[in-house]
């Protein structure tokens, strides 16, 4: 085997193990979090229900957000500002609208 070969295949391997870990990562904090997610608490905290959370965005955007929110894996989410979180468009769109 030459060096080409040889380099290619360890970086094909790094992949792999990089995606395994990731993979394993994510399916541990789905499958083990027992506390509620901080994008409801973020939803309270400006004085919106999930309720009507659901009515001024949608079923589907809302539980887009919720699946977003529970494989993100940030630990200050519960904190302002949210520029950190993934949701933040929704959360400010709903922040505007009129409750």
Request: glycine share 6%; hydrophobic share 45%; proline share 6%.
């Amino acid at each position: 085997m030459d060096t080409a070969t040889a380099l290619l295949s360890i970086a094909f391997v790094a992949v792999i193990a990089f995606l395994a870990w990731s993979l394993g990562g994510t399916w541990r904090r789905v499958r083990h979090a027992r506390a509620p997610l901080p994008f409801f608490a973020m939803l309270a905290r400006q004085g919106v229900t999930p309720e009507a959370a659901e009515r001024q965005a949608g079923i589907r955007v809302l539980a887009r957000a919720v699946r977003t929110c529970s494989v993100c894996g940030r630990s200050a989410c519960t904190e302002r500002p949210l520029e950190a979180c993934p949701n933040v468009s929704l959360l400010e769109r709903l922040e505007r609208t009129p409750k």
